[in-house]
């Protein structure tokens, strides 16, 4: 690890001016990718700016039909709140399946979403359900903010305060494990909303991250149960190709995992 | 058997330390004045290193040298060895290419080291070396082996023309032809045994402390077998003379066979610890470990088996060509050769078997022994034909065994074995009745209703073990003995303490070792602590692998507990006035039979220090020493059976049972020997379905990390299901064969032969994965 000047912020206002103080800043929040990356040396940065203990980041509230998850939470906060569990169990599985119990104690919805792996299992949640980004800065509808590997639509130092999600009529999320990392192979959320909207993303399957699939929203909105999915075609164009999983097995994944998602869907 | 005896479940010893973090590893000690060394790696797979500037770096905060080949080639530092000759069939010697230990001129793999920073941090190391600036001219690289002995192929060492280690033969292959031409059936196959990378839990570290006044080296570090280490290290590395060098492997985390071997980071260190006169520290991280620690198997195979009308083999022919890497690691050559094609008869009767095995250099991490070394790669390769062979014959597979097990013993193979004992049916008996052979066809039917492909799969495995008789692996080129040493010290207060040259690197030799002094003497076995890993403190030893550490090294001490106790039964008798032949050792008494005249064990130690009264002529003291050298190789067989789904629609396998009948002749400790077991077959499984060591073609590593390279986890595996027939092995007095190896060595096929069995499908090269698994099942 290179040398770096650690700042452990009380607020949001002032982690975001210890950023714009830094030459080059970062935010740490659960750490289980800035760390690695940082012990690498593949990332250098001047100074850390640590979000985990700023309260107005910590924690989870159901207000009518709008679940909000705030950013600092980690996965097994989020993962054992009764309200998650109550309100959409799809994301409370979704974090049963994220990484292994030390990632799920230390890692962070905002973390994970502002780092955009490809592979990473909430960004297909946001899409799926339609959540809204909400930053120190604006509101930023998940649509708009997945913008490529890796990429968002975040400025530089602007700060994920929470996610909101709407409660979906149904929602269900499956995923193929990586065999080595864990991370999503391929993993699909579907939900249907309570205005009937029917809204499918994968991760872990495209070239250029996560993604909406027309085709199966397409046929689950015309009938949502798993053999709808049977007819749809997913061309293998575009779709990540590596040692674990050729282009044309994340295309299957893609229908297997959307139709064992929409049967497990809640 | 005492409570603490031979047989006895003991809780294990050592586990205290580990489990509360009191565990003393390399990285673990620190020296005064200790410097920390990082290594700048080749990033490329060939080049040439045309200049290496280090005077930047040498500018550095904290920088105390920057070290590079040209000046181990100055200090006439020797070049790597390979301790095992191996003929090619037309009589030359082996190719082996020069390898040293920072490479002056050429590089020929990715992490191959050219030069070494010495600082006053690890971290001042790093940052030193990010600043050397190293100009390398890119060669052309290969790492593919069917290319690499292509003509045209990039060459990698001007010895070995067309990149050929040796082209070595072992049987007849007259027979074996004249068998084929009478076969009623011949089953043909194709095999690749997966490159796999070791990744014992603690990486490879060592700090070496040279002591200018006395001219002496200290060497800490992570080895199987510090002797070989020091032996190795002063007779061909000109560093430091045997007796000037002190060689000390603690508490090390696993080795799997990965740290038998001497490496260029330990040679560097040492020398590098004269050179600064400061000591020298190198802990290796995980990616280091993927790079440097040698990787096991890669094996390309194509075999036949000749079959007669009763489905009898007889005859098998192999040809294999073997992946050594860019050098001959210290035993790379003896492990496609005598350790895999001797076990070629499987449990089966082979009247003739020809194999030949070519041996070739890539650009890539060198290859040498990892858990089972070579006798997995034929396991696997028999037990794949056996069941190819039932589907081609349309006879059950276990049936099909049956008809070919060896029944009668000694057996001598087409190929050098000699297997002294054993019972296969046995084990199959046990394996089926375990796993309920008999309903799989109920069972799979039920899961066909499900959506789910259920196979099950039979894997009977033989290993060569106790590694070895010293005549005989001289005679096939060995450069070492691989008998084994002891000392057994009673102390005066009838404490024990056993110095053995085994090293135990995870596999329980305080407890196992421990519980043979008990069943001997009936002494708790808190009263007996063994020492080992050590040269100054061990007389020698030739270390743990293969498999040898009980059936050679524990009776190594029997044979110094033998003498032991004879002395002290000659001091009971005198001291009881009795007859020697009378005195018998019970609960830690000596006793004259059929009376109650008894002394104590720490009086007759007492005795033997005080020497007030001892027999005349006799020495005092209390110590004896034993070197034990093994008639043959020991035997230890099994039968593992796997059941299992396949999920059609992802190609993911879920264990449904496994199950595992071992025959390791005496167990001393079962649960010690369960938990080996249990590993093994975990690796095993990890290279059926899991782990691959994969270069791009430019010989860059794709899986250099754990995001890549599939390691097994506890959720991967099933619950295992074991047993033990015991047949007791004849070669040694208490009857071992070994068991650290088994499991490693028969998984594989079980599971692959599970799968195929699933899928209906033969074809399926391993790691299984889900996407391999579904585009067999899928095609056409
Ligand atoms: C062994 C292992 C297994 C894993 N398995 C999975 C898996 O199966 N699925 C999966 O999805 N992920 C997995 N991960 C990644 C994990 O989810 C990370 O936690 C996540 O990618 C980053 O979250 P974090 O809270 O740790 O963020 P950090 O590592 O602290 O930060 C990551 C990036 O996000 C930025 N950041 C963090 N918080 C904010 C914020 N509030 N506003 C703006 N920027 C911010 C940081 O500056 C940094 O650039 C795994 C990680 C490991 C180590």
């Given at each position: 690890m290179y040398q770096t000047t650690y700042h452990r912020a009380s607020s949001v206002d002032e982690a975001a001016s210890l950023f714009a103080k830094g030459s080059e800043s970062k935010f740490l929040a659960g750490g289980q990718t800035l760390l690695p990356v940082m012990k690498q040396r593949l990332a250098g940065p001047s100074d850390v700016i640590d979000?985990?203990?700023?309260?107005?980041?910590?924690g989870v509230e159901l207000s009518g039909d709008t679940l909000t998850i705030k950013a600092a939470t980690t996965y097994y906060d989020i993962m054992t709140n009764a309200d998650v569990k109550q309100a959409i169990p799809a994301i409370a599985y979704l974090t049963s399946v994220l990484g292994d119990p030390a990632v799920r104690y230390r890692g962070t919805i905002g973390g994970s979403i502002a780092n955009?792996?490809?592979?990473?299992?909430f960004p297909a949640a946001l899409l799926a359900l339609g959540a809204t980004v909400k930053t120190n800065k604006r509101s930023i509808a998940a649509d708009d903010f997945f913008q490529g590997?890796?990429?968002?639509?975040?400025?530089?130092?602007?700060?994920?305060?929470a996610v909101s999600f709407p409660v979906p009529a149904k929602a269900g999320y499956e995923k193929m494990r990586?065999?080595?990392?864990?991370?999503?192979?391929t993993g699909v959320f579907v939900a249907q909303a309570k205005s009937g909207e029917v809204r499918v993303a994968a991760t872990g399957a495209s070239q250029t991250g996560v993604m909406r699939v027309g085709a199966i929203e397409a046929a689950l909105k015309a009938n949502?149960?798993?053999?709808?999915?049977?007819s749809v075609s997913i061309s293998a164009n575009g779709l990540l190709a590596d040692i674990h999983g050729t282009a044309e097995y994340r295309a299957n994944l893609i229908k297997v995992m959307a139709q064992r998602a929409v049967a497990a869907a809640r | 058997m005492g409570v603490e005896g031979i047989g006895a479940r003991v809780v294990r010893k050592e586990d205290k330390r580990f489990i509360t973090g009191k565990g003393r590893y390399v990285d673990d000690i620190k020296l005064t004045g200790m410097t920390h060394a990082y290594f700048i790696r080749s990033p490329h797979a060939h080049a040439k290193v045309k200049k290496i500037d280090s005077s930047a770096a040498l500018k550095?905060?904290?920088?105390v040298a920057v070290l590079t080949g040209q000046q181990l080639v100055d200090d006439k530092v020797g070049n790597l060895i390979c301790g095992w000759a191996i003929t090619s069939k037309d009589g030359s010697p082996m190719k082996m290419g020069a390898w040293p230990?920072?490479?002056?001129?050429?590089?020929?793999?990715?992490?191959?080291?050219?030069a070494v920073v010495i600082a006053e941090s690890k971290n001042l190391a790093r940052d030193a070396a990010e600043a050397v600036v190293v100009d390398y001219e890119e060669l052309p690289a290969v790492a593919d082996m069917h290319a690499a002995i292509k003509p045209g192929a990039p060459q990698l060492?001007?010895?070995a023309p067309g990149n050929q280690v040796y082209d070595w033969v072992i049987g007849d292959e007259g027979a074996v032809n004249a068998a084929f031409s009478k076969a009623a059936n011949v089953v043909k196959l194709d095999v690749t045994n997966n490159r796999l990378a070791p990744n014992a839990m603690e990486p490879r570290a060592a700090i070496a402390d040279y002591d200018?006044?006395?001219e002496h080296f200290t060497l800490y570090t992570t080895s199987q077998n510090p002797h070989v280490a020091r032996l190795v290290l002063s007779a061909f590395y000109n560093i430091a003379p045997e007796h000037k060098l002190r060689v000390i492997a603690p508490d090390?985390?696993?080795?799997?066979?990965?740290?038998?071997f001497i490496y260029p980071e330990e040679m560097v260190a040492l020398w590098a610890s004269k050179k600064v006169g400061r000591p020298v520290k190198w802990t290796g991280d995980r990616t280091e470990a993927f790079l440097t620690d040698a990787h096991g198997r890669d094996h390309i195979t194509h075999a036949e088996m000749a079959f007669d009308a009763?489905?009898?083999?007889?005859g098998l022919k192999v040809k294999t060509y073997a992946n050594f890497g860019a050098y001959m690691s210290l035993f790379s050559s003896s492990v496609p050769t005598y350790l895999y094609a001797?076990?070629?008869?499987?449990q089966y009767n082979i009247p003739a078997i020809h194999a030949e095995v070519i041996g070739v250099y890539t650009n890539t991490t060198p290859v040498d022994a990892y858990r089972g070394a070579g006798r997995p790669e034929a396991s696997y390769l028999i037990e794949r034909l056996m069941e190819t062979a039932a589907r081609q014959l349309n006879v059950d597979p276990a049936q099909l065994r049956r008809t070919n097990f060896?029944?009668?013993?000694p057996h001598q193979t087409p190929v050098i074995m000699a297997y002294d004992t054993g019972d296969f049916n046995a084990s199959l008996d046990a394996a089926m009745k375990a796993i309920d052979y008999a309903g799989f066809p109920a069972r799979k039917a039920k899961a066909k209703a499900d959506g789910k492909l259920r196979g099950i799969g039979v894997s009977c495995y033989i290993e060569a073990c106790g590694i070895a008789p010293s005549k005989a692996v001289g005679s096939l080129?060995?450069?070492?003995?691989?008998w084994e040493s002891a000392e057994v010290r009673v102390n005066p207060v009838g404490t024990i303490e056993i110095l053995t040259g085994s090293h135990s690197h995870g596999q329980g030799h305080e407890t196992t070792f421990c519980q043979l002094v008990a069943e001997r003497l009936?002494?708790?076995?808190?009263q007996v602590s063994i020492v080992h890993g050590d040269t100054d403190k061990v007389q020698f030893g030739m270390g743990?692998?293969?498999?040898?550490?009980?059936?050679v090294g524990l009776t190594a001490i029997l044979k110094a507990m033998e003498k032991m106790e004879s002395k002290a039964k000659k001091i009971a008798a005198h001291a009881l006035e009795?007859?020697?032949?009378?005195i018998v050792i019970e609960n830690g008494e000596f006793k004259v039979t059929g009376t109650d005249k008894a002394i104590a064990l720490p009086m007759v130690a007492l005795a033997a220090y005080t020497a007030?009264?001892?027999?005349?002529g006799m020495e005092p003291g209390l110590k004896e020493s034993a070197f034990y050298d093994p008639t043959n190789f020991t035997f230890p067989a099994g039968a593992y059976i796997c059941e299992l789904e396949v999920?059609?629609?992802?190609?993911k396998t879920s264990f449904v049972n496994f199950v595992a009948a071992d025959?390791?002749?005496?167990?001393?400790n079962p649960m010690i020997v369960e938990g080996q077991v249990h590993g093994g077959l975990v690796q095993g499984i990890g290279q059926a379905l899991l782990e691959h060591a994969i270069y791009d073609a430019?010989?860059?590593?794709?899986?250099?990390?754990f995001m890549d390279y599939a390691m097994p986890r506890a959720d991967d595996v099933p619950s295992f299901n074991l047993s033990h027939t015991t047949t007791l092995c004849p070669g040694n007095p208490l009857g071992i064969k070994g068991c650290g190896e088994a499991g490693a060595i028969g998984a594989s096929a079980a599971v692959i032969n599970a799968i195929t069995d699933a899928i209906g499908k033969n074809n399926l090269e391993m790691p299984a994965t889900p996407d391999r698994v579904w585009r067999t099942i899928h095609a056409a």
């Open positions: 979000l985990g203990r700023i309260k107005e980041l910590q955009n792996d490809p592979a990473a299992d590997l890796f990429t968002t639509a975040l400025e530089d130092g602007e700060i994920i305060t990586h065999p080595a990392s864990r991370f999503a192979l949502w149960s798993p053999s709808a999915i049977d | 550095m905060p904290g920088v230990a920072m490479a002056p001129e050429t590089v020929r793999f990715v992490g191959q080291a050219i060492h001007p010895e200018t006044a006395e090390v985390g696993g080795g799997f066979g990965s740290k038998i009763n489905n009898k083999i007889i001797t076990l070629l008869s499987g060896i029944t009668q013993f080129g060995a450069g070492v003995g691989l009936g002494v708790p076995i808190s743990t692998y293969g498999s040898r550490s009980a059936a009795a007859s020697e032949a009378d007030h009264n001892l027999p005349d999920d059609p629609g992802t190609g025959d390791f002749g005496r167990l001393i430019n010989g860059q590593p794709v899986t250099a990390s």
